[in-house]
């Protein structure tokens, strides 16, 4: 794997390795539908082979973690459209390499990690002006105020410290000029009160009804913007921000879409809770883990401080310990044990941080992590927040994962909880490491940018952190609980065909047991020997509902919880409203909620079904995290091994990645001509 110690903004382009030639880009065009919470995303791009033979180039680009990309072609000069299908990862790469042996155009387009996607072409022909085409849908994140989302386009991605997945992810360029045009028409449920472009890109807005765009006559010119953002000189390579404020955004709302051809449902629950809970009793302890690596100089550094400052003035004033740990390569800790939150303690941390520089070398996260969760008593003494300021600079995403969740099983338990708080600073943060230290930590991310207000969101953070968790969170999809349908009443459609108690009936035969012939005339030469063969699974049908995430998340005040589902059949009538409900780990008492289902947003005659694109990435996710509803007849066979387990979740992987056009771990697009 590669190695990358340093850091700074890439841009995405076509790329020989072999001829060390870049592809001319001519330009980039870029399409985005906002629909209340989800955006769809359509990009264009047009590469030009300049040598007088052809070309094998890769092109490599940054994504929020979570998109999920659901399309993909190229187009060649003569109008040739080649599609790109999924397939299993190796099976799609075996086709490509196939297909550039024999000399025809090819693509191939893998996920690297959660927030890098690349794509291969291969055999791109002499002079060829090739244009490259995909597509994603993701979900917006809340921005500083309630009613307001912000939907993030990512024009570059920072470089990382430590090992890269693959040689792709690792590979850097510096920011080549291109001219960029997007355009974003948003369609809300409710009015739309403002658009804004927090990175500071020039941009047009038009409010109502945009020209040629058709939508249902219940959608009010209110409800409808066109936004045009432009760079013709091709100097701005900053991602670009956009913030959209509407009435009603934070109003709890379930949408459901009837998949245009399969008789499945697909469900998005989406709200921004609102409650209150008293603080947990005798207090808590804070510890604020801080990036000091040498990718944070600049910029970066100085959102850090600011909002290191903001979190350290908001935090109770009763029955506090803080603390404050650096790291980059090595990490060092303000005081040798968290102390009392008095003035005088605040006073001389702000100067601590008021001092900080980015001088501490590479990103060793996982490290860093290591030292907070070992510095803390088994089991816990109180409850903990950790909050990690950082750019997420590193590759190792997974050693990071995995010391949380052992931490957390470990040290916490329902009095004394333990959770992660995540906060992204400057350009190129790497959604994929904040937001997978955050799940792994039952907490969640937020993400500040230059120009960006960040009070509101770092007093979310704080909020968050300081109420006692809601668990035990059961939502019922059909605004009903329901009888009869568990986990057991899933079947098997077909098992290895081994009987597991079939052997032991047989009478034996042969010398009795215990005594072995010395001299056996049937003796036949040993046949089990090389590697294990594949282990092979066989799935059986989904349950009748898939929800994603299976463990719901506990809910934060004023922090949205988005949650999906499939019905595997549509019913006859379509359900009005749904129920959530939830426990108050610190008090016992109930919580719940019924929200209202409506037919979810789109624009009229697309046939594209990102809801259940969105529901199945959430699917694909549980699954990548070893979360999954295999009935007892299956998990209770890999209860004790691994492989069997891996071989099942990766099927089922496989199984939402070709049914939903969708790349993930284990699937991968390839198009041949």
Same mark, same amino acid.
């Given at each position: ?492 459609? @077909?098992?290895?065909? $081994? %009987? &597991? ?8 035969? *042969?010398?009795?047991? !215990?005594?072995? +012939? ?122 004790? @091994?691994?492989?069997? $387990? %891996? &071989? ?8 939402? *990645?070709?049914?939903? !056009?969708?790349? +993930? ?9």
């Amino acid at each position: 794997m590669a190695h990358y110690s340093s850091s700074y903004p890439t841009a995405c382009r076509l790329f020989s390795p072999v001829t060390n030639t870049s592809l001319i880009l001519d330009g980039v065009g870029v399409n985005v539908l906002i629909a209340d919470v989800h955006a769809t995303v359509q990009i264009s791009q047009r590469f030009t082979n300049p040598r007088n033979f052809p070309l094998d180039a890769t092109y490599t680009f940054g994504l929020l973690a979570g998109a999920a990309i659901c399309g993909f072609k190229m187009v060649r000069a003569d109008g040739t459209e080649i599609n790109g299908v999924v397939k299993e990862k190796e099976a799609a790469k075996k086709d490509y390499d196939k297909a550039v042996r024999k000399g025809q155009t090819a693509a191939l387009g893998a996920e690297e990690t959660k927030d890098v996607f690349s794509i291969s072409v291969g055999n791109v022909s002499a002079n060829e002006t090739v244009t490259i085409e995909f597509q994603y849908v993701q979900l917006l994140t809340d921005d500083e105020k309630r009613n307001q989302i912000r939907f993030m386009f990512p024009r570059v991605y920072a470089q990382r410290y430590g090992s890269a997945p693959s040689i792709n992810a690792a590979t850097a360029f510096r920011a080549p000029r291109q001219q960029f045009t997007m355009t974003v028409v948003v369609q809300q449920s409710s009015t739309i009160k403002g658009i804004s472009c927090a990175s500071g890109h020039p941009m047009q807005l038009e409010l109502g009804k945009p020209e040629g765009f058709e939508v249902d006559s219940s959608i009010s010119d209110s409800q409808l913007a066109k936004v045009t953002v432009s760079d013709s000189s091709g100097s701005l390579n900053e991602d670009i921000l956009l913030v959209i404020t509407a009435d009603g955004l934070d109003n709890p709302r379930c949408f459901v879409e009837p998949h245009p051809v399969d008789d499945t449902l697909a469900m998005g629950l989406t709200f921004v809770p609102r409650f209150t809970l008293p603080d947990v009793s005798g207090g808590m302890e804070y510890i604020f883990l801080v990036d000091r690596s040498g990718s944070m100089e600049g910029n970066s550094m100085k959102l850090l401080r600011e909002a290191l400052v903001v979190l350290l003035r908001g935090l109770p004033s009763k029955g506090t310990k803080f603390n404050i740990v650096s790291f980059g390569s090595h990490a060092t800790k303000f005081w040798p044990t968290s102390q009392a939150y008095t003035q005088a303690n605040l006073d001389s941390a702000t100067k601590h941080v008021d001092s900080m520089n980015a001088d501490y070398g590479g990103t060793e996260i996982a490290s860093a992590l290591n030292l907070v969760y070992s510095s803390l008593s088994t089991p816990l003494s109180q409850p903990v927040a950790v909050f990690l300021l950082t750019d997420g600079g590193a590759w190792d995403v997974a050693t990071c994962v995995s010391r949380t969740k052992h931490a957390i099983s470990q040290q916490a338990t329902q009095e004394n909880f333990m959770r992660i708080f995540t906060l992204g600073i400057g350009a190129g943060a790497s959604s994929n490491t904040c937001d997978s230290i955050a799940k792994a930590g039952e907490g969640f991310s937020v993400y500040v940018g230059s120009n960006e207000p960040i009070v509101g969101k770092c007093a979310r953070l704080v909020r968050a952190a300081r109420t006692p968790p809601v668990t035990n969170l059961q939502i019922f999809w059909t605004g009903k609980e329901p009888h009869g349908e568990s986990e057991h009443d899933f079947e098997l459609v @077909d098992e290895s065909g $081994r %009987d &597991a108690g079939h052997a032991s009936q047989k009478s034996p035969s *042969g010398p009795a047991p !215990g005594v072995v +012939s010395l001299f056996d005339d049937k003796e036949s030469e040993i046949q089990d020997v090389g590697p294990p063969p594949p282990v092979t699974v066989s799935l059986p049908p989904p349950p009748h509902v898939q929800q994603a995430p299976l463990q719901s998340p506990s809910l934060f005040p004023g922090t949205r919880s988005q949650m999906y589902c499939i019905l595997a059949k549509q019913p006859k009538v379509l359900p009005t409203s749904l129920i959530v409900r939830g426990t108050v780990v610190s008090t016992g008492a109930s919580v719940e909620l019924t929200v209202p289902i409506s037919t979810v947003l789109q624009a009229r005659g697309s046939r594209l079904a990102f809801l259940h694109i969105l529901s199945a990435k959430a699917l694909i996710s549980d699954r990548e995290h070893q979360i999954h509803a295999f009935p007892p007849s299956i998990s209770s066979s890999f209860r004790d @091994d691994d492989a069997l $387990r %891996d &071989a099942y979740l990766k099927a089922d992987i496989v199984r939402l *990645g070709v049914l939903y !056009g969708l790349t +993930s771990r284990h699937t991968s697009f390839v198009a041949v001509d």
